[in-house]
């Protein structure tokens, strides 16, 4: 997956893995980023999380000519740093302003560790 298609400029930030599938990634844990692991912990971070919720978001919408206007996440365990983590996006119907939304769920061994939904509005030319 690229930086821009993740809405980020650096490859670092990229929190995201591509797959075959353009709604599936897998997460990329580098626990050596010095913004989400900005100190020792035992299971991925929330910040993480939602961040690749975001990077689900705008990879589903195929441009990073966008700002995140709305997120609603639910925690449902903590993601463990051991085992991979999935997530996988739908999108679902605009909104009435014209704003994309997407569901993003996360799946580790079996089991939602999150759903959430967010909304991006694509900049207007």
């Known amino acids: 997956m690229s930086a821009s298609g993740a809405g980020r400029q650096d490859f670092r930030d990229v929190v ?5 599938s353009p709604t599936c990634h897998q997460l990329r844990v580098d626990v050596t980023h010095p913004g989400l692991f900005d100190h020792p912990v035992d299971h991925v971070p929330g910040m993480l999380l939602l961040e690749a ?4 978001a705008y990879t589903g919408l195929g441009t990073p000519a966008a700002d995140l ?10 993601t463990e740093l051991d085992s991979p983590c999935w997530l ?3 999108r679902l ?24 939904t967010a909304a991006l ?3 207007r030319a």
Do not use: I, M, W
């Not at 995201?16 to 075959?20: E, I, V, W, Y």
């Not at 009435?96 to 939602?112: H, I, K, L, W």
């Open 16 to 20: 995201l893995s591509a797959t075959n």
């Open 69 to 78: 206007v709305a997120l609603r996440c639910s925690f449902k365990r903590y």
């Open 121 to 123: 509005r694509p900049h």
């Open 53 to 56: 919720v975001r990077q689900a």
């Open 88 to 90: 996988h996006s739908t």
């Open 93 to 116: 119907s605009d909104s009435e302003s014209g704003d994309a939304r997407f569901s993003v769920t996360a799946v580790q061994n079996g089991r939602p560790v999150l759903a959430a």
